[in-house]
């Protein structure tokens, strides 16, 4: 994987709508692509959720990562909110969305954004928070159903295994049940 990723080094094929073109994902993988529109995004998320209704995990790949106190309406789009990582959670799927984690300490925004995450989905399992060490280090959150932790939590310890020490895992503080890779 770490290989096919190296196409999108090329800032010009990195286009929305050549994804489906790199080789990344599986080839019935679907996209959402419709505007996020600035205001009232419920209309939005309903067809979203329509669209996606069979596919699981969900891919929330945002400009900016989740949303911050200092967006504004002009900039919202470009930010997941974390009620919409919730409904789908809620549906049943897993999700994953990822944070940039620029001009901070890594493992201080993982605690943070996954806390907020977490608290709004009344969620208490212990997933951790996968750090792709890039420039900047890119956060992927998951959420899952109970009975799809355990296997979440194997397949991201054996992915960290494979990577070279270009990703880790960040484990909630005081944890109880940490893998190691």
Same mark, same amino acid.
């Given at each position: 994987?770490?290989?096919? /990723?190296?196409?999108? /080094? ?17 080839? /019935? ?6 505007? *996020?529109?600035?205001?009232? $995004?419920?209309?939005?998320?309903? +067809? ?5 209704? +069979? ?13 911050? $106190? ?24 897993? @999700? ?5 984690? $620029?001009?901070?300490?890594? !493992?201080?925004?993982?605690?943070? @954004? +996954? $806390?907020?995450?977490?608290?709004? %989905? ?8 996968? +750090?792709?060490?890039?420039?900047? /280090? ?8 109970? !009975? ?11 992915? @960290? ?8 895992? *960040?484990?909630? %503080? ?6 190691? %890779?």
């Amino acid at each position: 994987m770490f290989n096919r /990723n190296k196409v999108i /080094n090329n800032e010009a094929k990195r286009v929305l709508r050549s994804v489906p073109t790199y080789g990344l994902l599986a080839d /019935n993988a679907l996209y959402f692509e419709e505007t *996020i529109p600035a205001i009232s $995004r419920d209309a939005l998320r309903g +067809r979203g959720s329509k669209q996606l209704d +069979r596919v699981d995990p969900v891919f929330l790949g945002p400009d900016n990562g989740f949303e911050a $106190r200092s967006a504004k309406p002009r900039t919202l789009p470009k930010y997941a909110l974390y009620e919409e990582a919730i409904a789908y959670h809620e549906a049943g799927k897993i @999700v994953v969305a990822i944070q940039f984690a $620029r001009q901070c300490q890594p !493992e201080a925004r993982a605690q943070k @954004v +996954r $806390r907020v995450l977490y608290d709004g %989905a009344g969620y208490s399992c212990e997933l951790p928070v996968l +750090r792709a060490r890039v420039a900047p /280090n890119i956060l992927f959150f998951f959420l899952a159903p109970a !009975e799809r932790v355990s296997s979440l939590t194997t397949a991201l310890t054996s992915f @960290v295994a494979m990577s070279e020490g270009k990703a880790e895992l *960040i484990w909630w %503080a005081g944890a109880k049940n940490r893998l190691t %890779a």
